[in-house]
């Protein structure tokens, strides 16, 4: 297997983590998909809300691809809320004397409308939470990575293998192709000395269109770009990291030239390698969408 520089991460993964803290049990989990860009979503308790910035951030230094949903909840313990009694009481006393006033009644509904009674609890615990879920969310983050390594590093073993494939089919392709623009000429040619031209075609200009002919099939150039870009296939897998975008528009330029070579050395014995050629990169392509 080819050493790696940087570790090959798949984009599809999970994390989880938990913490208990006098609020709470406190869970993040993180799921990640494939997707074309980093496409975060965060589902938070709406008292954590202003921590949402903050676990975005955490995330994008991380990760660059991939659709990737983060949950954060908290189960047990208190709420988080207090009650201000001796607010309460006050504003009960001076609601009670405008109802008198008015001739009506007092409810608690009146109470909580006025404001302020329930507050947020104390600073310090809130505090304490919200450093829980920054550090469960760090930790379901390392989690996610290890399980995306895991997953890229099967999908890099499962590449290996298909482009020394590739190789293969090219090591018998190339003669192949490399003999179309000689034997299309010689063909062309055996043809022209089976007609009787009665000096009315000047074998010059004969030659001359046999030769634009030739050049039409020669796949040279095709063949030796195929080569260049398994290896950079091969050195783009080497070197690792996010290589996702890479590898797809390297499998672009090799279906590209393979549509060319295919079309340009029509003969037999290559086509059918093209076709093995086409669809064992294509097995590649669809592993390579896995890749961040």
Do not use: C, W
Not at 12 to 26: A, E, F, K, M, Q
Not at 82 to 103: C, F, H, P, Q
């Amino acid at each position: 297997m080819t050493a790696k520089l940087n570790s090959i991460q798949s984009m599809t993964g999970y994390g989880r983590d938990v913490y208990d803290t006098s609020n709470g049990t406190i869970t993040v989990e993180i799921r990640s998909l494939n997707h074309r860009f980093l496409d975060l979503s965060l589902k938070v308790p709406r008292e954590y809300l202003y921590l949402d910035p903050g676990i975005r951030q955490m995330m994008r230094k991380r990760l660059s691809r991939g659709k990737v949903e983060i949950f954060v909840s908290i189960k047990g313990g208190s709420i988080g809320l207090s009650v201000d009694v001796e607010r309460a009481k006050e504003v009960a006393r001076l609601l009670a004397d405008i109802a008198n006033i008015v001739d009506d009644r007092v409810g608690l509904e009146h109470l909580l409308a006025f404001g302020d009674i329930i507050r947020p609890g104390d600073d310090e615990d809130r505090e304490n939470t919200a450093d829980a879920i920054k550090s469960a969310a760090m930790g379901a983050l390392a989690r996610l990575l290890s399980h995306r390594e895991e997953e890229g590093t099967a999908l890099v073993e499962e590449l290996e293998p298909r482009i020394s494939l590739l190789r293969e089919i090219m090591a018998r392709i190339e003669p192949l192709a490399r003999s179309v623009p000689e034997r299309s000429r010689r063909q062309v040619m055996d043809f022209i000395e089976g007609i009787e031209f009665h000096g009315k075609v000047d074998p010059q200009r004969v030659e001359a269109e046999v030769a634009i002919l030739s050049q039409k099939v020669d796949v040279s150039e095709e063949v030796t770009r195929l080569f260049t870009h398994l290896d950079a296939m091969t050195e783009t897998l080497r070197v690792g990291g996010a290589v996702g975008r890479r590898l797809d528009f390297i499998i672009q330029e090799m279906q590209r030239e393979m549509n060319t070579l295919g079309s340009k050395a029509g003969i037999m014995g290559v086509s059918p390698l093209v076709v093995d050629f086409k669809s064992e990169l294509e097995k590649i392509r669809e592993q390579v969408q896995n890749i961040e």
